[in-house]
């Protein structure tokens, strides 16, 4: 994909990075000359210094071609300013990060894609670490939704189990269903009905977030 990011901040670096990584052509547009020098020497990826605003810049930057168009500046009128833009020039996926909550029927009356208060999500996943210190990751997804990462240790009452037994199993916490297997760096699929060995990792979806105690049944409490 070739991605237009607004911002080489913290956050803007980081998507960057991840971006190239994943194989995609990256462009940044950053108005601060020395975020802009630090981008342009440590990730591969063609860095604009300039505002957004300023005239030019959209063309320069690849606009016509671009699949996606991502605002991530701590500024919400220059992420607004950004995704009208955006869909000036026809980009279909446009995402922004929304930094006051109430700024965010703004975004969406453009059909914007927006992370609200991204400093909260940060704090919640970092608390949602500190609560769940046997838990490999932790998603948030949506209010409540968790999509978690556990190994399955050796005193796990899991071990042994075959997968196609586990959707039934009434020891499992209630509303958590496990996504897939992980062994090996392969993952194993439902049909091929594996029993749970130590070290697989499971990626399980939770309704609802778990308590360390209901997560002993994957790490044993070890």
């Not at 699929?189 to 977030?209: F, H, M, N, S, T």
């Amino acid at each position: 994909m070739y991605l237009i990011v607004i911002g080489a901040g913290d956050i803007g670096s980081s998507l960057v990075e991840l971006a190239l990584k994943a194989g995609h052509d990256v462009v940044v547009i950053e108005a601060d000359k020395d975020r802009a020098e630090h981008v342009a020497a440590s990730l591969d990826a063609l860095v604009l210094n300039a505002a957004i605003a300023e005239d030019g810049i959209m063309e320069e930057a690849g606009a016509e071609r671009a699949d996606a168009f991502i605002a991530t500046t701590g500024d919400d009128s220059t992420n607004l300013m950004a995704m009208f833009l955006g869909q000036e020039y026809g980009i279909r996926r446009l995402t922004s990060i929304v930094n006051q909550a109430h700024h965010r029927r703004l975004f969406e009356r453009l059909n914007v894609h927006v992370l609200v208060d991204p400093e909260v999500i940060v704090a919640r996943h970092l608390l949602d670490m500190v609560m769940h210190p046997r838990v490999k990751d932790v998603a948030i997804l949506g209010e409540r939704e968790q999509l978690l990462e556990v190994t399955i240790s050796e005193s796990s009452a899991l071990v042994g189990q075959r997968y196609v037994e586990l959707s039934g199993l009434k020891t499992l916490p209630a509303e958590t269903f496990i996504v897939c297997i992980e062994r090996d760096k392969r993952v194993l699929q439902a049909a091929e009905d594996p029993r749970l060995q130590a070290g697989d990792v499971l990626i399980l979806l939770a309704r609802r977030p778990l308590s360390e105690e209901e997560l002993e049944i994957f790490t044993g409490g070890a």
